[in-house]
Nanobody, 120 residues
Framework: QVQLVESGGGLVQPGGSLRLSCVVS????????MGWYRQAPGKQRESVAT???????NYIEAVKGRFTISRDNTKNTVYLQMNSLKHEDTAVYSC??????????????WGQGTQVTVSS
């Protein structure tokens, strides 16, 4: 059974930094596309950043230049370094692992989420 456990969320002042971690158990992440998503109150969940198995990254425009996603396959862990945080970054951040299969099918695995609150 694949399990994802996030940590590192909390309360931070505007302009501050946080580093989120997502530890995966149950299978190796080396071939998986990993991502961080967030959902703010009253809004739909959105993809924040993704990283492929070969290390290619993608970010939404709102976090480019401020957030960095990375992965350590030896630790089966994905990180999200968040700098210059803004009020609008407040959300529950969730880790996702996507396993693409033949025929265009995939399995998605999710963590329970970690709260990030940016407030003065």
């Amino acid at each position: 059974q694949v399990q994802l456990v996030e940590s590192g969320g909390g309360l931070v002042q505007p302009g501050g930094s946080l580093r989120l971690s997502c530890v995966v158990s149950g299978r190796s992440i080396s071939a998986l596309i990993m991502g961080w998503y967030r959902q703010a109150p009253g809004k739909q969940r959105e993809s924040v950043a993704t990283i492929t198995s070969d290390g290619s990254t993608n970010y939404i425009e709102a976090v480019k230049g401020r957030f960095t996603i990375s992965r350590d396959n030896t630790k089966n862990t994905v990180y999200l370094q968040m700098n210059s945080l803004k009020h609008e970054d407040t959300a529950v951040y969730s880790c996702n692992a996507r396993d693409w299969r033949a025929g265009g099918l995939f399995n998605d695995y999710w963590g329970q989420g970690t709260q990030v609150t940016v407030s003065s």
